[in-house]
């Protein structure tokens, strides 16, 4: 039988009413409570109505900047104290997170995009993406790429001031790079996490990419696809941020200084300032 009729009997067999959230969101954070506000803010006016946000250990005034999102309703935090050496490690403390998510809102949100805090979801077709989704009521997950930005050639994003509004530099999309998805997934479905990029459904059902094309399991789309959803990565943020977090976290994996840096240059190709204000 066609995958795609087998979503749809599911879909009829549990289209009982949702008493939780059409679109939320989880992710996993660390010492990131400068990024955090203009993150769920953006997030916010694109839809999305609900946070799930995993602490790992941050140092900063995270709890401070969250307070008044935590107050109003609109983000959970748990404390997930994990601590990790390899690159391997810390992909199964994201997994596990991830699981932690689904089992807490399997019953009750229709759809949970994971994300990471320097990766802003949108459609570029509605404001809300909600409605974009409207599109997908036939499948369990959706894997949404990358477009992957750079510096910008930014120092330092003044205090204040808006990444989105700053970082307008992205590498073109057919870099190596945008042929990977983050997903977007009905969590009543979901069997286990492979990856922070990917999931395994219940009875095979396929996670798709935009255009309904089954994504296989090796996480990577035959080439980049972002007209009707997308997700800017905003990867190395400015100068600052790159050079003084975001390198010597990547060093710890990845011990060619050169390469990291050359890879940076190349998310600094193409000007596209779709999210700025300005």
Known sequence: MNRFILVFIHLLYISY????????????FQNDSKYLPEWIEFHQDRG?????????????????????????GLVEVFEWPFRYKVESQWTKIQCD?????????????????????????????????????????????????????GTSDVEQIPDGEKMLDHLVKRSSLDFYG???????????????????HNFFMKNDLPIVNENKVIIPMTNFTVKNSV?????????????????????????????NVDEQIKLESMLNDVYDPILSSK
């Open 17 to 28: 009413p949702c008493f939780g959230y059409e679109l939320s969101i989880c992710c996993i």
């Open 48 to 72: 999305v109505e609900h946070f799930y946000l995993y602490n790992n250990l941050s140092e900063d005034n995270y709890k401070e900047i969250l307070d008044p999102y935590i107050r109003s």
């Open 97 to 149: 997170a991830y699981m932690d998510c689904i089992r807490r809102i399997h019953q009750q949100d229709t759809w949970c995009a994971f994300l990471d805090t320097d990766e802003f979801l949108f459609s570029p077709l509605n404001h809300d993406i909600k409605t974009t989704l409207n599109l997908y009521s036939d499948c369990v997950g959706i894997g949404v790429n990358w477009v992957m930005y």
């Open 178 to 196: 945008n042929d990977t998805p983050k997903s977007i997934v009905r969590p009543r479905y979901v069997e286990t996490c492979i990856n922070p």
């Open 227 to 255: 007209k009707k959803l997308r997700i800017n990565h905003y990867w190395s943020r400015d100068k600052d941020f790159f050079y003084n977090v975001k390198l010597p976290r990547r060093l710890k994996w990845y011990p």
